[in-house]
């Protein structure tokens, strides 16, 4: 088999068809409209403009223009206008897929992912109100310590490392012990 037939095969391994549908249901309650019935996944978003409609549902005025018509070249600016729209609404850089993940199909596992990354992060939006997607963040558990507690902490053993009241295993010999013979 080819590398690029292998690349492809483990990329399409990496899909999750119950996660392309939960995306897919997500953005449809958001846009109050369903996908074209017999068009793929992939195919409905390559062209960037439902990513923006998205966007500009969250978070209104977030790509202020979608473009509709034109070449390959305006459709994928509508992709990298999505891009900087959720990186602006707080998604972490390193969970946005590339442009050619999504144009050329190259990686639908990357999307899908940066879609829950959307998902998860409209969680910390309170004027969002919407639909979610995917699990609810986990929130900072502030505390803090008198100078009392810490220091009785500091004279507390830890015993994440396990404790063996000073025990060890100096002494004991299991087994011959090693012998090392020069010149044979």
């Given amino acids: 088999m080819s590398l690029e037939r292998q690349v492809r095969a483990k990329l399409a391994s990496k899909r999750n068809p119950e996660q392309e549908k939960e995306a897919q249901t997500w953005i449809e309650t958001i846009l109050g409209a369903k996908f074209p019935p ?3 996944f992939e195919d ?10 998205v966007i500009n549902k969250l978070k209104p005025g977030s790509v202020p223009k979608i473009n509709t018509s034109g070449g390959q070249f305006k459709m994928m600016e509508n992709i990298t206008n999505f891009q900087a729209a959720i990186k602006a609404y707080g998604v972490v850089d390193i969970d946005v897929f590339q442009t050619v993940d999504l144009w050329e199909k190259k990686d639908i596992a990357q999307v899908v992912s940066t879609l829950y ?3 998860r992060e409209t969680y910390r939006h309170p004027e969002w109100n919407g639909p979610y997607l995917g699990p609810k963040p986990s929130e900072e558990c502030k505390r803090d310590f008198s100078e009392e507690v810490l220091k009785a902490g500091q004279t507390i053993v830890g015993l994440q490392a396990g404790s063996n009241k000073g025990a060890s295993q100096s002494g004991q010999n299991i087994g011959a012990g090693r012998k090392i013979l020069l010149g044979k």
């Fill in 44 to 53: 409905v978003l390559k062209d960037g403009t439902v990513l923006c409609q």
């Fill in 117 to 119: 990354a959307l998902g």
């Fill in 38 to 40: 017999g068009e793929l």
